[in-house]
């Protein structure tokens, strides 16, 4: 029987709304490295968040539209393994772009974090 | 076509045609690459085009994740009025420029090469021949781009109308004065001119040029009227 263990219930459940800009930085994350095409990109945000961030892999390209329209990655077509596929590279100012969501996702991860480890912080 | 009502979906709600067309092929690839990957895990066809649709998402989950991107919305479904109202005016204003700009160095090579301000006696035929261009020809055509942009993105009928209203109302009304044949001097105009005026084309030219105008937007309605943009 063949498996296929990389949607479970959790992952489908995933609240959208406390997703909110996560997936743009990851795959600001993920271009920092190599340039791809949509469904590497699906298959490397799978593979790095060990299968928790895993939406319909379908809408991850109205969110990579939206960011080339913004500047911050740049699509172009190339030929690759008998089709045209449109990979995606991250610009100078998608750079920008990362630096700033880190540091605002490690800001509120820290306060998060701190508030989950008790009531040391209550008055 | 796996998506076909996706696309119309899509263009109907205003998603700019560019966008469409590039997710759509995007899609398909991404598509064929999942239902490669289920048959490498041992599914048959079947399942594993099922297997791959549900993986992909459904239409309603892709359309939603467009019709939530404002910034993927074209001019003509965000701004119809500034599109079909306001462009044709302009593309009326570069319908008299670029005649006049043409006449002018037309006459410029004349004079400079004949050494003679006198006007030549084919001035006259390219002057006649420009105007009858731009309002027999170019305006019913600027009319039928209009249409045709309408119809990329399946906007109403009512904005190809318009700007054939537009268009109609002002546009061939272009005449042309000019120096007569080896006359010295004189001016050179192209400007616009009412119905029945002294010098505008009468009421049956333009009953003939509105009806030429306006007919690309009523052909469109009728072509929207029996296509089937039937949509969830």
Redesign the interface.
């Known amino acids: ?4 263990n ?2 479970t219930d959790r992952t489908m459940t995933t609240n959208p709304s406390f997703m909110s800009g996560v997936p743009e930085l990851l795959v600001l994350r993920l271009l920092q490295d190599r340039e791809m ?3 590497e990109i ?1 298959a490397a945000v799978a593979a790095a968040t060990g299968q928790v961030v895993a939406p ?4 991850i ?3 990579l ?2 960011l080339e ?2 500047g911050l990655l740049r699509a172009q077509r190339r030929p690759a393994g008998g ?1 045209t ?2 990979y995606y590279t991250l610009t100078s100012k998608g750079v920008r772009r990362l630096f700033d969501l880190s540091d605002e996702w490690t800001r509120m991860t820290r306060a998060i974090q701190h508030v989950l480890k008790g009531p040391s912080h209550a008055v | 076509m796996p998506f076909e009502e996706l696309r119309e979906r899509l263009l109907r709600a205003g998603i700019a045609p560019r966008h469409v067309r590039r997710y759509l092929a995007e899609l398909n690839d991404h598509l064929d690459d999942l239902i490669q990957t289920q048959r490498d895990a041992g599914y048959d066809a079947q399942n594993a085009a099922i297997r791959a649709r549900a993986r992909l998402g459904d239409d309603d989950d892709l359309a939603i994740a467009m019709l939530a991107r404002p910034a993927l919305y074209s001019l003509p479904a965000r701004a119809p009025w500034l599109v079909f109202g306001l462009f044709p005016l302009a593309a009326l204003i570069a319908l008299c420029a670029v005649p006049i700009a043409f006449l002018a160095a037309a006459a410029s090579w004349h004079v400079h090469s004949n050494g003679s301000p006198a006007a030549p006696a084919w001035f006259q035929d390219l002057a006649l021949s420009l105007v009858f261009l731009g309002n027999w020809i170019l305006t019913p055509l600027i009319a039928g781009l209009f249409a045709l942009l309408a119809s990329r993105q399946r906007l109403p009928a009512r904005w190809p109308l318009i700007a054939g209203i537009v268009l109609a109302a002002i546009g061939f009304h272009m005449q042309a004065s000019f120096p007569g044949p080896h006359q010295h001097g004189g001016s050179l105009g192209i400007g616009l001119s009412f119905p029945g005026g002294q010098d505008g084309m009468g009421w049956s030219g333009w009953l003939a040029v509105t009806l030429l105008t306006i007919a690309p937007a009523m052909l469109y309605r009728v072509w929207r009227g029996r296509s089937d943009f039937s949509i969830r």
């Open positions: 029987m063949p498996s296929d990389r949607y095409y949509g469904y699906v319909k892999e379908g809408v390209y109205p969110l539209h939206d329209k913004e089709r596929r449109v």
